[in-house]
């Protein structure tokens, strides 16, 4: 399920006037979603229950009904990320309180990240790797781990991809990229400068761009074609970037697994020939569409 509001946001440029007061409206209160109907918001929001129809319609919803559920369903995840941002580290905190916390933070963060993912876009990112000529991959700090992660999967389905550890050798890479090839930028801040550099570069070559990023509105989206969306949690200990980075690994394997699983057959060949038997392994052994490890 995709977020109703980012949904509302995102398309809310393509909206009449009229469509785009109300969306304004719910933006910046979407509580007024769940708590009234559709005449009650058509009257706080000076507007009709048609207008408002086709706002829902024009956002991807078969009517008032269905987005009001969608967006009780985003709030009342909402709420329990905020319940969990109060469950901070300690410093009275016991060994077992920290294993519980951490491994909650980050169980949280794969379940939101799995409300955000939108199917249609999922598919779309599956196109745009299979047809690269190259993929470029793109993160600094922590999502570097991300994109490393990312390159190794591709290298196994023998998909080209380049990434690089500092950020003049990326720049190198979007000044190299063109449209042909995929620039795949990972940033949970969505407003890293070095990396929304190289994306302005991107855009200059007309490469696509895919960025995985937080739910917000940031520069990377601003900038990106498709976005993949991770939770936008912080911490003290930045256990933000602990679960941002779970999130990030965890759209890397759908995208990988996806991409294998378009071309079903030919990636089983390719794991196998590409497999590195270990010491003591047996050949015939059954293949995995995993990365080496």
Not at 218 to 229: F, H, I, N, R
């Amino acid at each position: 399920m995709s977020s109703a509001l980012l949904k509302l946001r995102e398309q809310s440029r393509l909206f009449s006037t009229t469509e785009q007061e109300i969306a304004q409206h719910i933006l910046q209160n979407p509580q007024l979603v769940v708590d009234m109907s559709i005449h009650e918001l058509a009257k706080h929001t000076f507007s009709s229950a048609s207008s408002i129809v086709r706002l829902c319609n024009h956002t991807g919803y078969s009517g008032y009904k269905e987005f009001r559920k969608a967006v009780t369903y985003e709030l009342a995840m909402r709420e329990r990320s905020r319940r969990v941002e109060q469950k901070e580290i300690a410093h009275s905190d016991s060994m077992q309180d920290i294993i519980d916390k951490i491994t909650y933070a980050n169980i949280i963060s794969l379940e939101e990240t799995r409300e955000l993912m939108d199917v249609n876009v999922l598919r779309a990112c599956v196109d745009l790797i299979k047809n690269a000529r190259v993929i470029y991959l793109f993160g600094l700090g922590a999502s570097l781990v991300a994109a490393q992660d990312a390159y190794l999967k591709f290298l196994r389905l023998n998909k080209l991809a380049v990434t690089n550890v500092d950020w003049h050798s990326q720049m190198l890479q979007a000044k190299n990229a063109n449209a042909q090839d995929l620039g795949i930028v990972i940033s949970y801040s969505g407003a890293t400068t070095e990396v929304v550099e190289c994306m302005k570069i991107m855009k200059e070559n007309k490469t696509p761009i895919i960025a995985i990023t937080r739910c917000v509105n940031s520069p990377v989206s601003e900038l990106a074609d498709q976005l993949l969306y991770t939770t936008a949690n912080e911490s003290i200990f930045r256990s933000g970037a602990m679960a941002s980075r779970t999130s990030q690994l965890n759209i890397i394997d759908i995208l990988y697994t996806a991409l294998a699983n378009d071309q079903y057959e030919a990636s089983l060949e390719q794991l196998s020939r590409t497999h590195i038997q270990k010491p003591g392994q047996t050949s015939g052994k059954a293949y995995k569409t995993s990365s080496q490890g």
